[in-house]
């Protein structure tokens, strides 16, 4: 009968996954705000909404199960930090093709600006033909082009695209739109330079952590198919942990566990260089 449960709450919490989630990737119908929200999802972007349905559906899950508040608890907080704990290597390989994608449209714009092109023809120019995973980013500063002033649009352009790489290129475009630089084109070409560089190191970085990342997975994984299956199979082993003091154990033990598996998880993730425009792009998004 618990087993029953256990699959019928697994069921109905898959379920509601799917419908939620078809429900707001239906839901963006705006043209200008649809691209930009796929481009950050492909990056790994995770809303506030996702999180609470993943914590959610987990700490109900194991309520359910187990019956105890302290698993409840532990299983929402697992499922708001999932996305740093599980990290797909999708979302990765999306992130090291940003930058590249960064690096790419940087030298168009050289190519372009040596052709005799004025910084705002060139972003007009290269717009259409700009990396995909950028893409909706460039077209945006080219439509804001039409009704706002350059360097405006420019910030918009480094809180959009949020990468440390972007900050330097809309620092060099701001600067020359002033008529300060006298030679952008070389400029530019050394900045993509750099964004390959750091795309290349990223992927160094990646693979020598690989191994910690599937350590991460299986620790996890196994830990929770033991304690569920113990949960689920064998009620009277774990009955100790459903008084009080069985209760304030558990705790101790779940957050031991938690704390622990944080730390590897932040291990074996990258951390990106520090915004050079973060207080230009991310204080005035704010």
Same mark, same amino acid.
């Given at each position: ?24 990737? #239906? ?11 796929? &481009?950050?999802? /492909? ?20 309520? @359910? ?8 608890? &532990? ?16 979302? %990765?390989?999306?992130? =090291?093709?940003?930058?590249? /994608?960064?690096?790419?449209? +940087?030298?168009?714009?050289?190519? +372009? ?10 972003? $007009?120019?290269? /717009? ?6 950028? !893409?909706?980013?460039?077209? %945006?500063?080219? %439509? #804001?082009?039409?009704?706002? $002033?350059?360097?405006? #649009? ?15 290129? @809309?620092?060099? =475009? ?9 030679? =952008? ?10 964004? %390959?560089?750091? *795309? ?12 910690? !990342? +599937?350590?991460? !997975? ?7 198919? +033991? *304690? ?11 009955? @100790? ?12 033990? &779940?957050?031991?566990?938690?704390? &622990? ?15 050079? =425009? ?9």
């Amino acid at each position: 009968m618990t087993a029953l449960v256990v699959l019928s709450v697994l069921g109905v919490g898959t379920g509601c996954w799917l419908v939620v989630s078809g429900w707001s990737d #239906a839901g963006s119908s705006s043209d200008d705000v649809r691209p930009l929200h796929a &481009a950050r999802q /492909a990056v790994g972007a995770v809303t506030v909404r996702d999180r609470c349905i993943r914590a959610g559906l987990l700490a109900v899950a194991l309520l @359910v199960i187990s019956r105890w508040p302290t698993a409840a608890v &532990a299983g929402a907080l697992l499922g708001w930090f999932s996305p740093e704990l599980f990290a797909s290597r999708a979302s %990765r390989d999306a992130a =090291l093709e940003r930058t590249e /994608a960064i690096a790419s449209w +940087t030298e168009m714009m050289r190519d +372009t600006i040596s052709a005799a092109h004025g910084l705002e023809a060139a972003i $007009s120019t290269t /717009a259409p033909v700009a990396p995909e995973p950028i !893409r909706p980013e460039i077209e %945006r500063l080219a %439509r #804001a082009l039409k009704h706002r $002033s350059l360097t405006d #649009a420019l910030r918009q352009l480094a809180t959009d695209l949020a990468h440390p790489i972007s900050d330097l290129v @809309v620092a060099s =475009l701001s600067v020359a739109a002033n008529g300060a630089v006298k030679d =952008l084109a070389e400029l530019l070409g050394m900045l993509a330079e750099s964004a %390959r560089d750091e *795309a290349a190191m990223q992927m160094r970085v990646e693979a020598s952590r690989a191994r910690m !990342r +599937t350590a991460v !997975r299986v620790i996890t994984g196994v830990t929770i198919a +033991t *304690a569920v299956g113990l949960v689920a199979l064998n009620p009277t082993y774990v009955e @100790v942990y459903g008084t009080v003091t069985g209760q304030v154990v558990l705790a101790g033990i &779940a957050a031991a566990w938690g704390a &622990a598996l944080w730390w590897l998880a932040s291990m074996s993730g990258f951390r990106q260089p520090e915004r050079f =425009l973060i207080a230009a792009a991310e204080g005035r998004a704010s």
